[in-house]
């Protein structure tokens, strides 16, 4: 069946969710594997709630979170920020240390490698690093890698194996949008093998992908799913089409299965897998009474560092709405110390002030971005970690209390959380907006109890953002 927007998907034959979410319930009776995901940016929790996220990947850390009776949990890297050398020492470190930690407490698992819905990211750096150190420690030998990029809330859809992103009505090809244009994890191809094949530089290949179909997964053809995943060998890639949590669904039973069986997969997914194959529960978007349990006469405050288009147009109609006090914060005086440092201090005590005299505002970088030109892929990448440690050290300085803090962007959001607030241990709260996450954080923070939000840089339409800070202020 030919599917060209997203009126196209109702034509899919339909499924009972509540047959099908009964016998994912079944299978997973006896599923006994510890789930650990490791989030490349915090964003990867856009659809969970009641789990534990640890943003160090200490021994005590990863064994804390073996030790709790919730079957998943998450570590924050943040690696899509990191070089790709520190990409792979920080996967090996983590490889290790959940290896150690899972003989010791005699618990089988599985990693998930999260990342981003577009396909940016560290790949296939992370996944290679993450088997080729278990292997080494271990006698478990991966019979291959599950990718999974489908993210419904986001308007992410894998299709005949090409992925998609929703635009309005219309299924734009993912090589074929700005996320493929990305400057230091760009890429061409929307056919899924095709990607595989670009990224691994034929490594492995589109003939020798594994597809599982939606066709397939409609019908319920377990049979031939299971077949699929029992002859996976040699590390061999699968994509897994989706448009719908049913379709996830269908899959996981079958992956379940396979697993106790004896299969060992590697998984490389964006955010819906989790909340399927870690049992989690629907959950209301959550509301300002949730989110401000303690009136302040202060203001709130929003952090943008995303360059995303998508970011951009949802900053503009945040700032036309005249909710927030707009700031902009000069970044390209990054390379110049001295006036660097000016103007931090500048957004700073401006946001300050503003926030003490109860107004809501904004700071966000300027949205021209830096091109050092061509073959300067690392060197961007240090300069761009150089610019988010600025907006970062903002928060981490700041000198009074916002009522609510929102972070725009993955890497933004991370820093923030991790380095700004000082965040060790956080529960997830929930989704204020569909894929938008708030944190629950703990004591040990800058600000205990505020409702921190982490919006996604290519999560929502153009008055998404607005939208969150209208409920956050009951506008």
């Given amino acids: 069946m030919e599917i060209q927007n997203v009126s196209d998907l109702a034509k899919l034959r339909k499924l009972s969710r509540e047959?099908?979410?009964?016998?994912?319930?079944?299978?997973?009776?006896?599923?006994q594997h510890k789930i650990v995901v490791l989030d490349d940016d915090p964003t990867g929790i856009q659809t969970v709630h009641g789990v534990s996220?640890?943003?160090?990947?200490?021994?005590?850390?990863?064994?804390?979170?073996?030790?709790?009776?919730?079957?998943?949990?998450?570590?924050?890297?943040?690696?899509?920020?990191?070089?790709?050398k520190e990409t792979e020492v920080v996967h090996q470190d983590i490889a290790r240390r959940?290896?150690?930690?899972?003989?010791?407490?005699?618990?089988?698992?599985?990693?998930?490698?999260?990342?981003?819905?577009?396909?940016?990211?560290?790949?296939?750096?992370?996944t290679e690093t993450l088997k080729l150190t278990i292997e080494e420690h271990s006698n478990i030998k991966f019979d291959g890698e599950i990718i999974v990029p489908?993210?419904?809330?986001?308007?992410?859809?894998?299709?005949?194996?090409?992925?998609?992103?929703?635009?309005?009505?219309?299924?734009?090809?993912?090589?074929?949008?700005?996320?493929?244009?990305?400057?230091?994890?760009?890429?061409?191809?929307?056919?899924?093998?095709?990607?595989?094949?670009?990224?691994?530089?034929?490594?492995?290949?589109?003939?020798?992908?594994?597809?599982?179909?939606?066709?397939?997964?409609?019908?319920?053809?377990?049979?031939?799913?299971?077949?699929?995943?029992?002859?996976?060998?040699?590390?061999?890639?699968?994509?897994?089409?989706?448009?719908?949590?049913?379709d996830v669904e269908v899959f996981v039973t079958v992956l379940i299965e396979s697993l106790k069986l004896g299969k060992n997969f590697l998984f490389r997914s964006a955010a819906s897998l989790t909340k399927i194959i870690g049992g989690v529960t629907d959950k209301p978007l959550l509301t300002r009474d949730d989110l401000i349990t303690e009136e302040t006469?202060?203001?709130?405050?929003?952090?943008?560092?995303?360059?995303?288009?998508?970011?951009?147009?949802?900053?503009?109609?945040?700032?036309?709405?005249?909710?927030?006090?707009?700031?902009?914060?000069?970044?390209?005086?990054?390379?110049?110390?001295?006036?660097?440092?000016?103007?931090?201090?500048?957004?700073?005590?401006?946001?300050?002030?503003?926030?003490?005299?109860?107004?809501?505002?904004?700071?966000?970088?300027?949205?021209?971005?830096?091109?050092?030109?061509?073959?300067?892929?690392?060197?961007?990448?240090?300069?761009s970690v150089k610019i988010s440690d600025a907006v970062t050290s903002i928060v981490r300085d700041l000198g009074v209390c916002p009522k609510y803090i929102v972070a725009k962007g993955g890497i933004t959001s991370s820093s923030i959380g991790t380095v700004g607030l000082s965040v060790k241990r956080a529960e997830v709260a929930g989704q204020i907006k569909p894929g938008i996450p708030v944190w629950k954080i703990g004591e040990e923070s800058k600000f205990p109890g505020i409702a921190y939000i982490l919006f996604p840089g290519n999560v929502g339409t153009k008055d998404t953002l607005k939208e969150v800070v209208e409920i956050l202020e009951n506008k």
């Avoid at 850390?61 to 949990?73: D, H, L, W």
């Avoid at 970044?331 to 002030?353: G, Q, W």
Wanted: aromatic content about 10%; charged content about 30%; proline content about 2%.
């Fill in 19 to 31: 047959e099908v979410k009964a016998k994912l319930a079944a299978a997973r009776m006896g599923f």
């Fill in 53 to 84: 996220v640890y943003t160090d990947w200490t021994q005590e850390s990863i064994e804390k979170g073996f030790r709790e009776e919730n079957q998943m949990f998450f570590i924050l890297t943040n690696s899509r920020g990191f070089t790709s």
């Fill in 98 to 126: 959940v290896q150690d930690v899972s003989i010791a407490l005699n618990v089988p698992y599985i990693l998930i490698s999260r990342s981003d819905s577009t396909l940016r990211g560290h790949y296939p750096l992370e």
């Fill in 150 to 246: 489908f993210f419904k809330e986001g308007g992410r859809f894998t299709i005949n194996n090409f992925h998609y992103v929703q635009n309005g009505d219309a299924l734009v090809p993912v090589g074929e949008t700005e996320f493929a244009k990305d400057r230091t994890f760009g890429f061409v191809s929307s056919h899924l093998g095709e990607w595989i094949e670009e990224k691994t530089n034929g490594e492995y290949t589109k003939e020798g992908t594994i597809y599982i179909n939606l066709t397939d997964l409609r019908n319920e053809n377990v049979t031939k799913i299971k077949e699929q995943l029992m002859n996976a060998s040699n590390f061999q890639k699968v994509v897994v089409n989706a448009v719908d949590y049913v």
């Fill in 297 to 383: 006469n202060h203001g709130g405050l929003v952090v943008v560092g995303s360059h995303v288009q998508k970011t951009t147009e949802q900053l503009q109609a945040l700032i036309e709405s005249d909710l927030m006090t707009p700031v902009e914060f000069d970044v390209h005086l990054a390379l110049e110390p001295d006036k660097f440092e000016e103007e931090i201090k500048r957004v700073r005590t401006t946001c300050e002030n503003l926030i003490r005299q109860g107004k809501s505002v904004v700071y966000y970088t300027r949205r021209e971005r830096f091109d050092l030109g061509e073959n300067k892929k690392e060197e961007e990448l240090k300069l």
